[in-house]
């Protein structure tokens, strides 16, 4: 069984686009996190939820939006897509502070 | 300033030698944890092995162990008897416990190389 799944695996939308990349973790965390890795394959954190509030919400655009409908999904929604959002989307969880666990990435593509 | 800095952006190794990859970090709590992590080529992020400052021996899992000199503020992975499947990018990471935000403070990655 899949620990930490996002959908999608893979993302090809043109600028100017709505989407949605959604996280799924059947761990028991109770701490979920979005990081963006980038082409030098540098990980950024952007978002984290702690049994669903926001704790973690550093220096991103506000086209970018989280959302923790449950402890075991934190889905992210990105507005007007823009050519510089195209990177590597990972989700991870955690029991608190321990060890993250990540998902498989969705590799977003703007054109 | 760097917290986690990973000196080595490229590494080649025959297979079957040991490699050691360099994580130095700066902090100034007394109690924080260090993490590796592994990317292959397929993307995804494989966690590897994890030290607390407060843990008196060295972690070791399977054919990773971990460096760890306080004093020194490095904490080096050692992959013994390397395998073509470690070719990977390697991430080091470091969390400060009085950081209450839960953040993990990541290092650049080495990419790491096993030649046949």
């Known amino acids: 069984d899949t620990a930490v799944s996002q959908t999608p695996k893979y993302l090809v939308t043109q600028m100017g686009n709505d989407k949605s990349i959604k996280c799924e973790q059947n761990l028991g965390h109770d701490t979920m996190y979005w990081y963006k890795q980038d082409s030098k394959k540098f990980l950024k954190i952007m978002f984290s939820y702690n049994n669903k509030e926001l704790i973690i919400n550093e220096t991103v655009p506000n086209r970018f939006s989280p959302k923790s409908p449950d402890k075991a999904h934190l889905n992210l929604h990105i507005n007007s897509l823009e050519l510089g959002d195209s990177a590597v989307y990972f989700c991870a969880s955690s029991w608190s502070t321990d060890t993250q666990y990540f998902g498989p990435g969705t590799r977003l593509t703007v054109l | ?116």
């Open chain 2, 1 to 116: 300033a760097q917290k986690i800095t990973q000196t080595q952006p490229g590494m080649f190794v025959q297979e079957k030698e040991a490699v050691t990859l360099d994580c130095t970090y700066d902090t100034s709590d007394q109690s924080y944890g260090l993490f590796w992590y592994k990317q292959p080529s397929s993307g995804e992020m494989i966690f590897l092995i994890y030290q607390g400052s407060y843990d008196e021996q060295n972690a070791t899992e399977g054919r990773y162990s971990l460096n760890f000199q306080k004093a020194r503020k490095s904490a080096n992975l050692v992959i013994s008897a390397s395998q073509l499947g470690d070719s990977a990018m390697y991430f080091c990471a470091m969390r400060e416990w009085g950081d209450s935000n839960y953040q993990l403070i990541w290092g650049a990655g080495t990419k790491l190389i096993i030649k046949p």
